[in-house]
Nanobody, 125 residues
Framework: QVQLVESGGGLVQAGGSLRLSCAAS????????MGWFRQAPGKEREFVAA????????YYADSVKGRFTISRDNAKNTVDLQMSSLKPEDTAVYYC??????????????????WGQGTQVTVSS
């Protein structure tokens, strides 16, 4: 019954930065790991970053390590994705998701049951 809404997407030049936010309503997020995924046109949805329920553990795709940072504020019921040194290859719709399974691991979309509507990120060269 949780609702997830992403915001913060937009158009930036290569090398620029954006901060995406995911706001939840209905239930608190503190009892669930959270993840960010992205999907470009004609591509499969891919894992970007994940964070444990307390924020103590994080996971990143190799393609974004050192450039993206996932964080959460359980008191505010939000999860953020700070993106820097953006590349054209980062262009995609970015989705926030709540993990509700534990079969495939934190980097697999198959473990996530609730998804936001997505926010577009476009990086120009």
């Amino acid at each position: 019954q949780v609702q997830l809404v992403e915001s913060g997407g937009g158009l930036v030049q290569a090398g620029g930065s954006l901060r995406l936010s995911c706001a939840a309503s209905g239930r608190t997020l503190g009892s669930h790991s959270m993840g960010w995924f992205r999907q470009a046109p004609g591509k499969e949805r891919e894992f970007v970053a994940a964070i444990s329920r307390s924020g103590g553990s994080t996971y990143y795709a190799d393609s974004v390590k050192g450039r993206f940072t996932i964080s959460r504020d359980n008191a505010k019921n939000t999860v953020d994705l700070q993106m820097s040194s953006l590349k054209p290859e980062d262009t995609a719709v970015y989705y926030c998701a709540r993990r509700d399974g534990g079969i495939f691991g934190p980097t697999s979309h198959l473990d996530y049951g609730d998804w936001g509507q997505g926010t577009q990120v476009t990086v120009s060269s």
